[in-house]
């Protein structure tokens, strides 16, 4: 696991790992398409399991978040 966690960082598809003080958990920021995510997840399961969230810039959430309520408020009128 760990070899795959470092070549993961190496090829930049992980930016950031880091462990949880439990000792059994952490977390990881990684960069890259559905796909390439799927792929490097699927390389520790089931040996690991994982809870994958998206992030969205603030910029462009906000732009969506502000788009819909536009078009709920016209929706009211």
Known sequence: MWAG??????KGEIKEFGWFLDG???????EGE?????????MFTPFE?????????WEKGKNAVREAWKILAETMK
Do not use: H, M, R, W
């Open 49 to 57: 399991e994982f809870e994958v969230q998206e992030i969205i810039p």
């Open 24 to 30: 059994k958990s952490g977390y990881a920021i990684g």
């Open 5 to 10: 966690i470092d070549n993961l960082l190496k």
């Open 34 to 42: 559905s796909a390439t995510v799927i792929k490097d997840v699927s």
